[in-house]
């Protein structure tokens, strides 16, 4: 008999520390328009941060705890942990392990995930695909996590993005679809854009690179925006058309949030009502590989998510990368009624 990944549960964590738009104002004094400029092309009105002694696996750690409890299940009865970043506690080990040792999840195998804010979809579609495969798993977590704001600089005005925070789901086999299908793209072309440039293979951290701050991350190049203004259509279209499904008959659509005028241009150019696609940067902040499981959870909280829904994720990272993936929910993941 066929094994579907099923989503079970999830759960989110949003760190403490708030940093409104106006802290920035008062923060770059120099750039007086820059804020109301992000403020008003993005939708984002503030972000959170963790604690400054905190690593990207105790954010993975609150949002992983949630979803378990919330499935009904104990660490000791993970089998696989994936967790999408690309703000990992180191560049190796992998962040995964960290967070299976944190977790206590002693039973379970872990990787990474770094296709940056892709990570999450990817992570959801490659759970079903070991389900599928593999008779003797049963429970999968996938976390998407995000701390970038500790690898800028102070002095960097896109801070303004960054929030920090966490997202996880649990995935378990199923013998009804579950996961639908998943697509991807990617342009390597666009590789030297935004990053972080040193500390790698390509330019091992120096003494010298510290001080010219390229072991942080910074924007080098914008992406135009039709890189998701069309990429996006292009990922839900591909999805509906392999997938056997027409485009309404989505109920929800999960993008990355990091502009909210990119989903309204996209739901338009998919003919699909706004209200389907949930939005959450504005009281967070882009949190880039976590922010479309932190916007899953929240819609499940609003009852956005119910049993029989057909539910589209889109994530769109640097590299660029991008990745999509269906599910059908099949049982009652929590909110409103």
Known sequence: MPRYGQIVATGSYLPEIEVSNDDLRARFPELPDFVDKMEASTGILRRWYAPDDWATSDLALRAAERALERAGRTPEEVDLILVGTDSPDYVTPATSVVLQHKLGAVNAGTFDIGCACASFPTGLATAAGWLAANDSLGTVLVVGVYMMHKLAAH???MVFFYGDGAGAAVVEAGDEPGFINAATRADGSYHRYWGIYSGGTFEPASAESVAEGRTRVRLVERYPPEVNHEGWPLLVRRLAAE????????????????????????????GLPRERAHTIMEQCGYTGSACTAMAFHDAVEHGKARPGDLVVFVGSGVGYNQAGCAFRIRQPLGGDA
Do not use: H, N
């Open 155 to 157: 002095d960097d005005p």
């Open 243 to 270: 997938g056997g499904f027409e485009l309404d008959e989505i109920d929800l659509v999960i993008f990355t949030q990091v502009r909210k005028p990119s989903i309204d241009l996209v739901m338009a150019e998919l």
